[in-house]
C-alpha cells in the first residue's frame, strides 16, 4: 500500500511561529494615522488588540516565537492536521506532477481558523480581557474566535456579513453551540452600521463593513478586545504552524514543493501555509513558486493598485500600505464568502511587490468544477474559498502534464464545505453564474 | 504538554476484520425465510447482496478476514481516526475516570459510515455490479454509499427518510457531489411506498420504509445489488476496524478499557468499536462493561422483545431473530435520525441475550446537553446520534466520581454535527420536546 498521508505526532509539533518580517529584506512600510498621517507604534494599537498581538504586529527582530503551552494544549485537540498524497486527483488529471495537500478541514470546525483565534483568545485572557468581538464573512472565523473565547472563559460578539448571515445558517448555530453572540452585519447596533442603512437599507454587507461594527463596539465597550481573522501581521504569523507542519511533513515523504498555492482572501491561509517556504526563498535556499488564488470577483492582487487603504469599509482603522481596490469596493455575492475583502496583508503584499510570490485569479463556476473533481478524487468536500486553491493547482498540474514535468505541487485545503452545500446546490442546479 | 491523542501511521493500520462470530460460544440463529420459515443460506442472499457479503454474513469459521489492498488505500484517506484523550470533559465532569473517545467525525463525510461502503462497494465492482441502491435515515449512510459508488465507478440510488429529508438538506447536496440520486421515501417509485402513502400520504417515513423501497428497486432492476448501512453482520464486521485501531491507540497510552460506550441504532458504531473488546471477554481474558446507548424513543434493547421479526416495515426481509420493537414501530421524530430503528443486528441481539454487553436508554433533551457539554469541553461539536454515547459516558464517569474510581471510559464519536446544526438549534430555542 502507497503511503497516503504523513502525519506527526503530538510530541513532533512544532513549538514556535515563524515571523517572516525578521527575515524580509525589504520590511514592510508603516502603518500610518489615517488623521495626522503619523507612522503608529505597537503602542497605538494597545486600545484595540491584545497587548501581546500588537507586540507581535510590530515585531521585525524575532524570527521565531515560542507558542504559549495552553495555546499548544488546544493544537493538539486538532493538531498536526494530515498532509495527503492526492493520487486519486493526480489520477483524474492524468498528471505526473506529485501533488500534496495540507488537510486543514479535520479541526472541529472545519478549517484552519481556529489556529490565531486559539492564540488570540489566550493573549486576552492573559491580559485579563473578558471580552472579544470580530467580524466573520462566510462564518469560519466567527465560529472560531467563539470557539477559542469559549475555551479561556471569554464573551465573544460577532459581526456576520448579512448575506453570509442568510447563506450560512448553520454557521450561526455553531457560534451559539460555543456561547457566541451573532449579529448580522450592518446592524443598528453601531453607528457605522446605521450609517449605511440609512443609506441603503438593503445592503448584504461586506467584510469592511462588519470589521467597522466589531472595532467600534470593542472601543466603546470596557474591558473588550478586538481580534481579527486575518490580514494583520500576527494572524499571518500564527498561521505559519500549518506551513512548518507541511515542511515536517513532506520531509517525511522526501519531498520539497516547487509549487505552493493557497487561496487568498485576506492571505491568513496563504500566510500560513506559504511563509515557512518563502523563508527559504529569501535566505536563498529553495526556489519555490508561491501561488495565490483568488477570487475573480475580488482581485486585489492581480487588479488592485499598492497604496495606503484603511482595513475597513467605513474608515475607522489606521490606513495600511496595501494592494486594494479601494475600502469601499463592493464584491458581487459570490459564495466564498471568507475571499470577499478589498485588500491584502501588509506583510502579504510587500512581498507580492519584491516578487516573491504571484498571483492568479479565478471564476466562481471554475472553482466549484475543480472542487467537485476534488471530492470525487480524494473524498473530502473542499470549501468554497478553497476551491479556488484547488483550481489554481489544477491549472499548474495541467502544465505539468503538457511539459512532462513531474513538479511537486503544495496546496491547503484551508477547510471543508459541509456547511457550505448550499453553495454546491447552486452549482448543481446551473443557478451559478461567474461575475461579469 | 499531556499527550492528547493517539494516531496510527499508515503502515500501523490494522490489515484484517475481526469476524466475532466465530468465537461467539452461543452462534447467532438461523434466519429464516418469512413464508416457509426455512433456514436460509448465503446463497439465498446472493440476488440481493454481493456475494463476498452475503459469505461474511454467514461465516463461523475465520475470525480474521482480510482488507482487500484496495479497500486498505481508500481507508488511508481518513485511517487511523485520532483516539483523543477527554481531558476537558474530565475536568468539567471533575472526575477521577479517565475518558476516550474515538474521533470517526474526521472522515471526508464526518462519520464512521464509510468503513462498510467502502467494502461494500468494492465486493460490488469486484463481482462486476453496475448499480447499488440503499435507504438512509440522518443521511450518513446513503452519503457514504454514494462517495464509496463513485470511488469503484457505480451508480447509487438513495431512498432517504422523508422527515429527514426536509431536517437534513445538506446531506442530499453531499450525495450529488458523490454523483448519488436521492429520492425522499416513502415514495411512488416502489410498491412499498405507494402501498404507504396510499393510506398515509404524510407519513414522515422510517428506516424500515426506505429498506423496502431499496430492497424493492434492487430485485427488480439488473445487476444492481442492495448495500445496508448497519444491523447486517458483515456491516458489523467492516466496522470492527475502529475498535482495532482503538485497541492499538490504547495500548499507546497503555490503557484498557473498562467500559466501552456507543450510541445504537442498527448497531453498525456500536458493533465496530465494542466487537475486539467482547473478543477478549468472550476468550476470557479481559472483563470489561459494553454499552449501548439507544434514545429513549426507540428502545429496543431495553424495552423490546426478543423474537423472529422482519427487518424492514413492508415485510420483503428475512426474519431475523433480534430484539425488536416489532417491524411497524413508528418511532417519533427525534433528531437521531440515525437511530430510528426497530430492532437490532443479529449478533448484538445474541451478544445482549447472553449478557456480554448491556443497553441503557438517553433521553433528547439529555443526549443534547451532553453534546453541548461535550462541544464546550472538547471541541468537536457531536452528531445528534454520538450524543446519546456522550450521555452514557457522562453518567458512567459520574458514578465514578461518587465512587472516587478512576475507570478508564472509552467511546465512539461516531459523527459530527456540522450538517445537524438545524437540530442544535432546536435545542437552544427551547422547541426540543423529550419524547412522552
Known amino acids: 500500500m502507497k503511503q497516503k498521508k504523513y502525519i506527526l505526532q503530538d510530541s513532533e509539533l512544532p513549538r514556535q511561529w515563524y515571523n517572516i518580517q525578521a527575515d524580509m529584506p525589504n520590511k514592510p512600510m508603516p502603518i500610518l494615522d489615517p488623521k495626522t498621517k503619523k507612522e503608529l507604534t505597537k503602542e497605538d494599537l494597545y486600545p484595540l488588540f491584545a497587548k501581546e498581538c500588537a507586540n507581535q504586529e510590530f515585531d521585525r527582530e524575532h524570527a521565531w516565537i515560542d507558542i504559549p503551552e495552553e495555546v499548544m494544549e488546544q493544537y493538539a485537540v486538532y493538531r498536526s492536521t494530515p498532509l495527503v498524497r492526492a493520487y486519486g486527483l493526480e489520477k483524474a488529471l492524468d498528471t505526473p506532477a506529485h501533488i500534496y495537500f495540507k488537510n486543514e478541514s ?3 470546525l472545519g478549517s484552519h481558523k481556529l489556529n490565531s483565534a486559539l492564540a488570540q483568545a489566550f493573549y486576552c485572557k492573559k491580559e485579563g480581557v473578558t471580552n472579544v468581538t470580530t467580524e466573520t464573512g462566510a462564518g469560519q472565523w466567527g465560529c472560531a474566535l467563539s470557539y477559542a473565547a469559549n475555551v479561556f472563559g471569554l464573551d465573544a460578539a460577532v459581526y456576520m456579513v448579512k448575506v ?3 447563506q450560512k445558517p448553520y454557521r450561526k448555530s455553531i457560534m451559539n453551540v460555543f456561547d457566541g453572540t451573532v449579529t448580522p452585519s450592518p446592524s443598528m447596533s453601531t453607528r457605522a452600521g446605521k450609517n449605511i442603512l440609512t443609506v441603503n437599507p438593503n445592503y448584504s454587507g461586506t467584510l469592511g463593513t462588519a470589521i467597522s461594527e466589531a472595532i467600534e463596539l470593542a472601543m466603546t465597550t470596557p474591558n473588550c478586545k478586538y481580534a481579527l481573522g486575518s490580514v494583520m501581521n500576527h494572524v499571518c504569523m500564527h498561521q505559519t504552524i500549518i506551513g512548518l507542519e507541511a515542511e515536517k511533513q513532506l520531509e517525511m515523504a522526501g519531498e520539497y514543493p516547487d509549487i505552493v498555492v493557497a487561496c487568498f482572501g485576506g492571505g491568513s491561509n496563504f500566510a500560513g501555509l506559504s511563509f515557512p517556504f518563502i523563508r527559504h526563498k529569501i535566505l536563498g535556499k529553495k526556489d519555490t513558486r508561491i501561488i495565490a488564488a483568488e477570487p475573480f470577483a475580488c482581485p486585489k492582487l492581480t487588479s488592485g493598485t499598492f497604496e495606503y487603504d484603511f482595513a475597513d469599509e467605513a474608515g475607522y482603522t489606521p490606513l495600511l500600505p496595501m494592494y486594494t481596490l479601494g475600502h469601499d469596493f463592493q464584491p458581487q455575492n459570490i459564495h466564498a464568502g471568507g475571499l470577499r475583502y478589498h485588500g491584502a496583508g501588509v506583510i502579504v503584499s510587500q512581498l507580492l511587490k519584491d ?3 504571484e498571483a492568479t485569479d479565478i471564476k466562481q463556476l471554475d ?4 472542487g467537485v473533481l476534488f471530492a470525487r478524487s480524494e473524498g473530502f468536500i473542499p470549501a468554497p474559498e478553497s ?5 489554481a ?3 499548474e498540474a495541467l502544465k505539468c502534464k503538457e511539459a512532462g514535468e513531474s513538479k511537486t505541487i503544495l496546496f491547503n485545503l484551508s477547510g471543508h464545505g459541509l456547511v457550505d452545500m448550499a453553495a454546491y446546490e447552486s452549482y448543481f442546479s446551473g443557478d451559478m ?4
Not at 472553482?367 to 475543480?370: D, N, T, Y
Not at 476551491?387 to 483550481?391: E, K, L, Q, S, Y
Open 367 to 370: 472553482a466549484f468544477k475543480a
Open 355 to 357: 516578487s516573491y510570490i
Open 433 to 436: 453564474v461567474n461575475v461579469q
Open 387 to 391: 476551491c479556488h486553491a484547488i483550481a
Open 106 to 108: 479535520v479541526s472541529p
Open 393 to 395: 493547482t489544477i491549472d
Open 164 to 166: 453570509s448571515y442568510a
